[in-house]
C-alpha cells in the first residue's frame, strides 16, 4: 500500500500571500487529520477530517482552513501568511477514530519570508 | 482538557545502555495513549500504542511502554539502545470527544546515542 503523501514538500512564501496543501491519506482511509510543526510549539493539531466533514478543530485562527473531498484527498490552506505560520505541516490519515493509529506524511515545509 | 508532558527535552545515553523515556498524561477515561518516533526530514511512525487490555505494550524496534492508571504515566523503555535509535519521541494522548477525535502530542523528547 502507498503510504501518505503530501505535496508540495518545500514551499517559499512571503507574508501577505496564501498556500494551499494537499494530502492523499492511505487507500481506504478516511479519516484526515493536520498538524502543525515548529520548533517553539512542537506538534499542535489543526483539524480533523472524516468523510468530508470537519469534526474537530484545534485552536487556530480562521486564516486556517481545510476541506477533504470524495475520495478523502485533503486540502488546507494558510490565508494572509505571517512569518510564525513558518512550520512543517503535516497530515496523517486513518480508518476513523481515536484509537486507531494515524499514518503521517513526510509534511510540507513552508517558510514564509 | 487532555494534555502531556514529556519529562525531559533531552536524553543521552550510551549504545547498549536502558533507554528510558518519560510520559505524563492528563485524560478523561479512557485515555487512549501512544508512541510516535520522528526521524529527521520525515514524519512520525508509530512505535506502540494503549488503547485497552494488558498494560504492558510492545511495540517495534524492542520498545515497550506500560500504562499506569495510578501514576497517569505512560513511560517508554527500550532494554538496549543502538545508535539507529536517534531520533525525536513523542508521546501523544487521542481524545474522542464531539464526534470526532484529536490527538494531543508532548513536546518531545530528543534521544541521543553515544557510541
Known amino acids: 500500500k502507498a503510504g501518505v503523501t503530501q505535496t508540495p514538500r518545500y514551499l517559499i512564501k512571503t507574508r501577505g500571500q496564501q498556500v494551499t496543501l494537499s494530502c492523499s491519506p492511505i487507500?481506504?482511509?478516511?479519516?484526515v487529520s493536520w498538524y502543525q510543526q515548529t520548533p517553539g510549539q512542537g506538534l499542535q493539531f489543526l483539524f480533523e477530517y472524516f468523510s468530508e466533514t470537519q469534526r474537530n478543530k484545534g485552536n487556530f485562527p480562521g486564516r486556517f482552513s481545510g476541506r477533504q473531498f470524495s475520495n478523502s484527498r485533503s486540502e488546507m490552506n494558510v490565508s494572509t501568511l505571517e512569518l510564525g505560520d513558518s512550520a512543517l505541516y503535516l497530515c496523517?490519515?486513518?480508518?476513523?477514530?481515536?484509537?486507531?493509529?494515524?499514518?503521517f506524511g513526510p509534511g510540507t515545509r513552508l517558510l514564509v519570508l | 482538557a487532555q494534555s502531556v508532558t514529556q519529562l525531559g527535552s533531552h536524553v543521552s545515553v550510551s549504545e547498549g545502555a536502558l533507554v528510558l523515556l518519560r510520559c505524563n498524561y492528563s485524560?478523561?477515561?479512557?485515555?487512549?495513549l501512544f508512541w510516535y518516533v520522528q526521524y529527521p526530514n520525515q514524519g512520525l511512525q508509530l512505535l506502540l500504542k494503549?488503547?485497552?487490555?494488558?498494560?504492558l505494550v510492545k511495540g517495534i524496534n524492542g520498545f515497550e511502554a506500560e500504562f499506569k492508571k495510578s501514576e497517569t504515566s505512560f513511560h517508554l523503555t527500550k532494554p538496549s539502545a543502538h545508535m539507529s535509535d536517534a531520533a525525536e519521541y513523542f508521546c501523544?494522548?487521542?481524545?474522542?470527544?464531539?464526534?470526532?477525535?484529536?490527538?494531543?502530542f508532548g513536546a518531545g523528547t530528543r534521544l541521543f546515542v553515544k557510541a
Open positions: 496523517a490519515s486513518g480508518y476513523a477514530g481515536p484509537t486507531e493509529t494515524q499514518y
Open positions: 485524560s478523561s477515561v479512557p485515555p487512549y
Open positions: 501523544a494522548v487521542s481524545d474522542s470527544g464531539t464526534g470526532g477525535f484529536k490527538t494531543i
Open positions: 487507500s481506504g482511509h478516511r479519516s
Open positions: 494503549y488503547t485497552t487490555g494488558a498494560t
